[in-house]
């Protein structure tokens, strides 16, 4: 069965020609409406088509991505394919696009992968990483890449506790945004951390597939809890029982990143794929010091 976000991100694409390549994609998505073409605005999967039809004898039909990012969500590793019909060797392709491609755009890597091989049905997982700075005065340099929020000191440890009950397979479709696709709002949740240092925390949450806007809203509902606005059982009640109408703040996306895609067998050397998002570090608190929490990584057994 296709993970959710293979559903909301396919554009029927399964007809094999030429070589297929893969390729992993970073992308600065402030500029865009999201990966995913539109008609309202420039889009990052319409970028690079552009780019990859400009080397092409034959432009390829769409290039499809392993999971569809929001307007304003970054990707430190997405991963994409596309069909060649050109010359090219796969390994050659990473210079020549970023040569046609804007700086908020990088082609990390890129190789030669068999002709059913698909960037999304073929993934086992995807990893998503929600960057909270919770100091009192803004940061020029963390606004593009964290959600800046400081209405109360935010209580990591109830957070974790919250998201520990997301592991396994669930109906997640509180965390829904309309206009999904879905026949369905199951998916599996693998493994969460959360991790404060000074005053930024860090969410990750690694799953089969992800529903259209999971993360955002599930971040917003994840906060409310650490400003004790809502209680953690409140907020399994309100996922189990599905009741999307109490699901009614979404985190802002310039905090959201697609970390890495992971597949039965790697295609890009690690050094290209894996944690690609640095960490950022702060020295020292702008807010009162607390006792240390060293966060929570959970996976499902």
């Not at 210079?95 to 908020?104: D, E, H, M, T, V």
């Not at 059913?116 to 929600?130: E, K």
């Not at 809203?217 to 004790?228: F, I, K, N, P, Y």
Request: glycine share 8%; proline share 8%; with cysteine.
């Amino acid at each position: 069965m296709p993970s959710p976000s293979c559903v909301e991100a396919s554009d029927g694409d399964l007809a094999p020609a030429g070589r297929r390549i893969a390729l992993c994609l970073q992308y600065d998505g402030s500029g865009y409406q999201g990966w995913q073409r539109q008609t309202n605005g420039i889009s990052v999967q319409e970028v690079l088509d552009g780019a990859i039809a400009s080397l092409e004898p034959t432009p390829p039909r769409s290039s499809v991505a392993a999971g569809r990012t929001d307007t304003g969500v970054h990707a430190a590793a997405q991963v994409v394919h596309f069909d060649s019909h050109g010359p090219i060797p796969a390994h050659r392709w990473p210079r020549a696009l970023n040569g046609r491609l804007p700086a908020s755009i990088r082609v990390r890597a890129a190789a030669e992968v068999p002709s059913d091989w698909h960037a999304c049905f073929s993934a086992r997982y995807r990893r998503y990483r929600y960057t909270l700075y919770n100091g009192r005065a803004p940061n020029l340099f963390l606004a593009p890449w964290s959600w800046h929020r400081y209405r109360v000191r935010l209580d990591e440890a109830l957070m974790a506790r919250a998201l520990e009950e997301l592991l396994g397979e669930h109906d997640f479709r509180a965390f829904q945004r309309a206009g999904s696709r879905r026949r369905h709002a199951r998916t599996t949740v693998q493994e969460v951390l959360l991790e404060r240092q000074g005053d930024l925390l860090v969410c990750e949450i690694q799953a089969s597939g992800f529903l259209y806007g999971m993360v955002r809203l599930l971040m917003g509902q994840l906060v409310a809890v650490g400003e004790a606005r809502l209680s953690p059982e409140a907020f399994r009640l309100r996922w189990q029982q599905g009741a999307r109408q109490d699901v009614k703040e979404a985190a802002p996306p310039q905090g959201l990143c697609l970390l890495r895609v992971g597949y039965p067998q790697e295609v890009f050397p690690e050094a290209a794929w894996y944690d690609c998002q640095p960490r950022f570090q702060l020295e020292s608190l702008d807010s009162p010091p607390v006792p240390v929490h060293r966060g929570i990584q959970k996976t499902v057994p």
